[in-house]
């Protein structure tokens, strides 16, 4: 069983900074992608920022030259560094792994592997 296990969240005010980091990669055999998804209060999950084993990243527009995605593949570490927060920004944080499948990798589709979510509350 994979178990994703995210850390590094809490309460800030606007404008300050936090990174989030996620452990526990290494078991997932054939990963091909990995990403950060994030749930505000009474809203469904969105992805925010996602990159590939081979450091390919995306984001979404909100956090865009807000936030940095990251990974070190020796250590199997998923990173998200998120510079100058708003209110906005609170919500859930998941990280999620994709896994190569026929040599194609799914990162279109939803993820199928989870963590358990670390919570960021950013105040004004």
């Known amino acids: 069983q994979v178990h994703l296990v995210e850390s590094g969240g809490g309460s800030v005010q606007a404008g300050e900074s936090l990174k989030l980091s996620c452990a526990g990669a290494?078991?997932?055999?054939?990963?091909?992608?990995m990403a950060w998804y994030r749930q505000a209060p009474g809203k469904g999950r969105d992805r925010v920022s996602s990159?590939?084993?081979?450091?390919?990243?995306k984001y979404e527009d909100s956090v865009k030259g807000r936030f940095t995605i990251s990974q070190d593949l020796k250590n199997d570490t998923l990173y998200l560094q998120m510079n100058s927060l708003q209110t906005e920004d609170t919500a859930v944080y998941y990280c999620?792994?994709?896994?190569?499948?026929?040599?194609?990798?799914?990162?279109?589709?939803?993820?199928?592997?989870w963590g358990q979510g670390t919570q960021v509350t950013v105040s004004s």
């Open positions: 290494g078991y997932i055999r054939n990963r091909c992608g």
């Open positions: 990159i590939t084993t081979n450091g390919a990243t």
């Open positions: 999620v792994a994709w896994q190569r499948r026929s040599g194609f990798c799914p990162m279109g589709s939803e993820p199928t592997i």
